[in-house]
């Protein structure tokens, strides 16, 4: 079955830093990935997407990604962060043939000034 | 431009009591829709999808049923509320052209079961 894991329930990050959200997956056949950020309150907006090419995806906002076959992951990374980044960010997963979204379990961004 | 419109905002509900939440799409012609559940700062579960007009898939079982009585709109209900149940519902679409694109999610409905 598809699986997602994300291992940080929250992460600490100090304003002008760099941050990297891990994910890992699991799936049947081609994954497709995402990363969505959700602000408090409200429902999810997507960072950036992964379809097979390129392994290292751009996305809003100076987030990118990078996907790695032989880790089966796909962490998030952004080279400064700042204090409006304060959010919870889910890595999700789906594959072609089917219409089921796994999501991680969320990790919880806490920027310090 | 599409838009996705989800009501009510919030409910707060009795146990065993009936719900219907709503969740309407405007702009985009024949979209995939789902419905989500988020506990209190926890991960989405998918609850149902739908491709077409009139058919809806299950993902869980919650004691949960959902239809889509037209194209463009998608109804999540339930004759009788269990404690359960509370959490934030997260209605969304996708363009339907596969099972593999992103999602346009709504702003969501908080459920409070008392």
């Known amino acids: 079955a598809q699986s997602v894991t994300q291992p940080d329930a929250r992460v600490t990050v100090s304003e002008g830093a760099s941050l990297q959200l891990r994910c890992k997956y699991s799936y049947f056949g081609t994954p497709y990935l995402f990363w969505y950020v959700q602000y408090p309150r409200q429902g999810l907006q997507l960072l950036l997407k992964y379809y097979p090419g390129d392994p290292v995806v751009q996305g809003v906002n100076g987030f990118e990604a990078e996907f790695s076959k032989s880790n089966s992951s796909f962490h998030l990374r952004k080279a400064s962060v700042h204090w409006s980044d304060w959010a919870v960010y889910f890595c999700?997963?789906?594959?072609?043939?089917?219409?089921?979204?796994?999501f991680g379990s969320g990790t919880r961004l806490l920027v310090s000034p | 431009a599409q838009t996705i419109h989800q009501w009510p905002v919030a409910e707060i509900k009795a146990v065993g009591s009936p719900l219907s939440l709503g969740c309407t799409i405007k702009?985009?012609?024949?979209?995939?829709l789902y419905w989500y559940w988020q506990a209190t700062g926890g991960t989405l579960q998918q609850l149902f999808y739908s491709i077409t007009v009139g058919q809806v898939e299950s993902v869980v079982q919650l004691n949960l049923s959902a239809s889509r009585p037209k194209d463009d709109q998608f109804i999540l209900s339930t004759e009788k509320l269990l404690l359960s149940h509370s959490g934030f519902y997260l209605c969304?679409?996708?363009?339907?052209?596969?099972?593999?694109?992103?999602?346009?999610f709504g702003h969501g409905t908080k459920l409070s079961v008392l």
């Open positions: 702009g985009k012609s024949s979209p995939n």
């Open positions: 999700a997963v789906t594959s072609t043939g089917g219409y089921k979204v796994v």
């Open positions: 969304a679409w996708s363009p339907g052209e596969g099972s593999n694109e992103r999602l346009f």
